[in-house]
């Protein structure tokens, strides 16, 4: 089954702890990319991947680090969190040849930074 | 800077009820626009899209038009059903690579 998987789906933690959001897709998608979804504000594009090595800001790339080493994968690391990052977290692929702009999005996941 | 506008929600409508979520948008040139649902526990799944002007989207009943001179993009349906209860989003996008999402429209379907 196609699908984009993200762990962990909850995490509750405290300011200051690193902690790494990964993300898996088995669509041997080029594009990778988060987002984070706040009540009011809906999905804001933190940052985003075109391919292997290669990385890119989207709108909110403050306060989050990714890194994308292969192609299946697209971590969020979060190097100090702070409690203005506790949100719904959402990561997407796509395909890059034939490309319609469909994203295929993962289940969220929803951290809490006490 | 490029932006997406949506009508606030929640929207409550009777089942077989018309259904209209506006959207509209500021872009510098002219972008593809779409219509992503989400359901609840759920991540988005895209709906509709198009990607010029005068192009209309339409998947499952729903409905979209790209409206340039409107700048909108507003999603229809003739009549919804209490499984289409759920948070839509209208998103732009250039070039596919970087999108703007706007703050999602709940919508509530009573039998």
């Known amino acids: 089954e196609a699908q984009v998987t993200q762990n962990p789906r909850y995490l509750i933690t405290v300011t200051g702890k690193k902690l790494t959001v990964t993300c898996s897709q088995n669509?041997?998608?080029?594009?990778m990319s988060w987002y984070r979804q706040d009540p009011g504000l809906g999905l804001r594009q933190i940052y985003y991947?075109?391919?292997?090595?290669?990385?890119d800001k989207g709108d909110v790339p403050e306060g989050y680090k990714v890194s994308r080493k292969e192609k299946r994968n697209f971590p969020l690391i979060l190097e100090s969190p702070s409690p203005n990052q506790t949100s719904l977290y959402f990561c997407?692929?796509?395909?890059?040849?034939?490309?319609?702009?469909?994203?295929?999005f993962g289940e969220g996941s929803r951290l809490t930074v006490l | 800077g490029d932006s997406v506008t949506q009508m606030e929600g929640p929207v409550t409508l009777s089942e077989e009820a018309f259904l209209t979520i506006n959207c509209t948008y500021t872009?510098?040139?002219?972008?593809?626009l779409f219509w992503y649902v989400q359901y609840p526990g759920e991540g988005l799944q895209l709906l509709l899209k198009?990607?010029?002007?005068?192009d209309k989207g339409s998947n499952k009943g729903f409905e979209a038009t790209y409206r340039k001179e409107t700048t909108s993009f507003h999603l229809e349906k003739g009549s919804v059903q209490v499984s289409d209860s759920a948070v839509y989003f209208c998103?732009?996008?250039?070039?596919?690579?970087?999108?703007?999402f706007g703050s999602g429209t709940k919508l509530n379907v009573k039998p």
């Open positions: 998103a732009l996008t250039y070039n596919f690579n970087k999108f703007y």
């Open positions: 669509m041997n998608h080029e594009y």
């Open positions: 991947s075109m391919n292997v090595e290669v990385t």
């Open positions: 997407a692929s796509r395909r890059e040849r034939g490309n319609t702009g469909e994203l295929f």
């Open positions: 872009a510098t040139g002219y972008p593809s």
């Open positions: 198009a990607t010029k002007a005068d």
